[in-house]
C-alpha cells in the first residue's frame, strides 16, 4: 500500500519532457518533489505563474510571490507571471499538458466530485471546474477509500460533481487505474497488494485484463 | 490629466451601501488594502462584492464580514474564512459561486465590451443550472454573462498619475481584469511616480482603465501560508 509520498512518485512517472503541468493542492503538490532529473517540466499555478520553483528559503519568503495554495514560492529560471484571465486562457485554450488534483469521488465515467459536501463543506471549486472541463489529460491522486472504508471509486458520483466524464487516470495507495468505455481498467497495483483487495474497494465496474503487474517505484 | 487623490478617504468619494465592488486580489496577495480600511471607516452596508476569495476572519474582506457590510459576495473559493462560513450556513451571507476562470473572464469581458460568452467550465454541474448550454466542436459549454461594478478596487506596486500600473509577482492576479470593469476604478499603489518613469513596454494596466490613483500607506502584506526550506539545504 502506498503512503501520499509514493502516491506523488508514482504519478511523476507519467511526467514527460517537455510539458506543463497543473498541480492541485495535497498530494498533488507532492509530485514536483519527483520529477526525474532527465526531463523538463514546467509548473503552472493557476493564480499566475508559469514555472513556479521550490519553496523559498527561510527569510526570503515574498507576500507577492505565491501559489495557488496560497503557499509562498520562488521562480524558477525561465518563469513568467501573469494575470488570472490570461491563466485560465492557458487552462481553457489546453496549452496545458497534464493536471493532476485530488478528489473525493470519481465514477467509472470519468465524472469527478471534489468541492462540495452539501450543508457541511463549502469552500468553493476555486480553479478545479475550469480545469476538469478543458484539461485532455487528468490524472486523480487520492486514496482509494474513504475514512470510514467506502470507495470512493463509484458507479455514480454522489457528491455534487466538479465535472463529467474528464478523468483519463487514477493514481491511488492500492492501484493506477485507466478510465475508458465506463469502467476502471486496473493497470497496476501496489507492492503488496492483491487484485482481490483492490475489488474489494472499488465499487464501479472493474476491469481486470490478465497478470496485473507490481508497480515499480 | 491628473488621477490623483490624496489618500483612501477622497479616492473613494461616492462609494454607498447597496453598490457592487470589485475587489482584486488572490487570498491575501495583491488585495487593496487601504481601500477596505475605508470602506470599513465608512461603515456603508449592503455591499455586493465581487472577489476571487473572501479574506481570513480579521483581514482582507473578513474586516467587511464581522461588521456585516456585506450582503452578497461573488467568489470562486471562500475556505479560511470561518465567518464567512457562519454566515453563509445561516443565511445571512447570499454567496455565489463561479468556476475561477469564469469569474476572471466574467471580469474581463465586463471590461471589454462583451456581454456574454460560452465556456466548458461547469458544464453539467450546480453552475450549469438555468444556463443557457451549446454545442460547439462537438463539445458542451454554457452561456457566462459578463461582470461590471460601480467601483473596481485594485492594489499595484507601481503606478503613475495617468493610471498606468505595474503590478508585483503573483499579486497581479485579478487586479488587471477588474480595472478594465469597474465604471470607477480606484488603483492605490506603493510607489506613485510621474508620467514618464514607468517604461511603457512593462506596463501591465494602461491608464485608460483607471479613474482614480493614490499612494497607499501601512501595507501589510500579511502570508497566508509561510512555507519555506531550510537555510542550510542552499548550496
Excluded at chain 1, 498530494?27 to 521550490?54: H, R
Excluded at chain 1, 465514477?107 to 462540495?116: H, L
Excluded at chain 2, 454545442?135 to 503613475?160: C, Q, S
Aim: with cysteine.
Amino acid at each position: 500500500m502506498l503512503n501520499k509520498n509514493q502516491i506523488a512518485q508514482r504519478i511523476a512517472q507519467e511526467l514527460r519532457d517537455g510539458w506543463y503541468v497543473n498541480l492541485g493542492i495535497g498530494i498533488p503538490t507532492l509530485v514536483a518533489n519527483y520529477v526525474p532529473d532527465d526531463i523538463n517540466v514546467e509548473f503552472q499555478s493557476e493564480n499566475g505563474i508559469l514555472g513556479m520553483g521550490p519553496f523559498p528559503y527561510e527569510g526570503e519568503e515574498d507576500a507577492d510571490m505565491i501559489n495557488a495554495g496560497k503557499q509562498t514560492v520562488t521562480l524558477k529560471p525561465g518563469a513568467s507571471v501573469f494575470d488570472s484571465s490570461t491563466s485560465f486562457a492557458m487552462i481553457r485554450g489546453q496549452h496545458i499538458q497534464l493536471t493532476v488534483l485530488g478528489a473525493m469521488e470519481v465514477s467509472q465515467d470519468g465524472d469527478i466530485a471534489n468541492w462540495k459536501i452539501p450543508g457541511k463543506m463549502v469552500k468553493g471549486m476555486g480553479g478545479a471546474m475550469d480545469l476538469v472541463a478543458s484539461a485532455e489529460n487528468i490524472i486523480v491522486a487520492m486514496m482509494h477509500t474513504n475514512r470510514s472504508g467506502a470507495s470512493k471509486l463509484l458507479k455514480a458520483c454522489t457528491l455534487p460533481i466538479t465535472g463529467v466524464k474528464c478523468v483519463s487516470k487514477v493514481v491511488t495507495n492500492l492501484a493506477v487505474l485507466e478510465i475508458k468505455d465506463g469502467a476502471f481498467h486496473l493497470l497496476e497495483r501496489a507492492p503488496g497488494v492483491s487484485v482481490e483487495e483492490i475489488k474489494g474497494s472499488t465499487e464501479g465496474a472493474l476491469i481486470v485484463g490478465g497478470e496485473i503487474p507490481e508497480m515499480q517505484l | 490629466m491628473n488621477k490623483v487623490y490624496k489618500n483612501a478617504a477622497e479616492a473613494l468619494e461616492g462609494v454607498n451601501s447597496d453598490m457592487t465592488f470589485m475587489l482584486g486580489g488572490f487570498g491575501l496577495c495583491g488585495i487593496p488594502e487601504n481601500a477596505i480600511s475605508e470602506l470599513v471607516r465608512r461603515g456603508i452596508k449592503g455591499l455586493t462584492c465581487i472577489s476571487n476569495n473572501a479574506g481570513v476572519d480579521d483581514f482582507g474582506l473578513g474586516l467587511l464580514l464581522q461588521k456585516r457590510q456585506i450582503k452578497k459576495m461573488i467568489s470562486s473559493y471562500v475556505g479560511e474564512n470561518d465567518e464567512f462560513e457562519r454566515q453563509m450556513l445561516s443565511g445571512e451571507l447570499e454567496v455565489d459561486l463561479i468556476p475561477q476562470g469564469s469569474l476572471a473572464e466574467r471580469c474581463r469581458a465586463g471590461g471589454a465590451g462583451i456581454p456574454a460568452f460560452f465556456t466548458p467550465a461547469g458544464y453539467g454541474t450546480e453552475v450549469s443550472e438555468g444556463k443557457e448550454m451549446r454545442y460547439f466542436n462537438g463539445k458542451p459549454h454554457i452561456l457566462e454573462t459578463a461582470l461590471t461594478a460601480d467601483f473596481a478596487f485594485v492594489k499595484a506596486w507601481k503606478g503613475d498619475k495617468y493610471g498606468n500600473l505595474i503590478y508585483k509577482g503573483t499579486a497581479r492576479n485579478f487586479n488587471p481584469v477588474m480595472a478594465m470593469a469597474g465604471k470607477i476604478t480606484v488603483a492605490e499603489v506603493e510607489e506613485l511616480v510621474e508620467p514618464g518613469v514607468l517604461d511603457p513596454y512593462f506596463i501591465h494596466t494602461p491608464g485608460v482603465f483607471v479613474q482614480r490613483i493614490f499612494q497607499g500607506t501601512n501595507y501589510e502584506k500579511r502570508i497566508e501560508q509561510r512555507t519555506v526550506r531550510p537555510k542550510k539545504d542552499a548550496k
